[in-house]
């Protein structure tokens, strides 16, 4: 599952973003509807899109729901830096198949991670990642 860190600019404000909301060793994040998929996404990933760049994961242990009829994405404390990858922006969360999610510890052979968000941005918006 993705998701847009909205008001981060780069992966240290996601980080300690999180590091904010981690009470207890997880993360809730809301929001408004309930997959369809909940099943299949318990013990997978939160896949979190800064800048349009798909940067870190978290694992998700469930889901539960809320008082005022949202639900909560519970996650695991611990955000894990991926290999960024180009990912158009959009709202809410959308589902990642399997075959399209780097895995955490994964090497960035490219050297597409180290290039400043800014550049990153521009080169992607023209084509040339």
């Known amino acids: 599952m993705t998701k847009v860190a909205v008001g981060c600019?780069?992966?240290?404000a996601l980080e300690k973003r999180i590091a904010g909301r981690a009470a207890s060793g997880d993360v809730r994040v809301p929001t408004r509807m309930?997959?369809?998929?909940?099943a299949e996404l318990v013990g997978g990933s939160l896949y979190w899109i800064v800048k349009h760049r798909m940067v870190a994961c978290q694992t998700i242990l469930r889901f539960d729901d809320r008082s005022d009829g949202r639900i909560d994405?519970?996650?695991?404390?611990e955000l894990q830096a991926i290999v960024p990858v180009p990912k158009r922006g959009h709202q809410g969360w959308r589902y990642l198949e399997e075959d399209g999610a780097p895995a955490p510890g994964d090497l960035d052979e490219?050297?597409?991670?180290?290039?400043p968000?800014?550049?990153?941005?521009?080169?992607?918006a023209l084509a040339l990642l």
């Open 9 to 12: 600019r780069t992966i240290e």
């Open 34 to 38: 309930r997959p369809k998929r909940m």
């Open 73 to 77: 994405i519970v996650c695991a404390g």
């Open 110 to 115: 490219s050297g597409l991670g180290t290039l």
């Open 117 to 124: 968000p800014l550049l990153y941005g521009k080169l992607n």
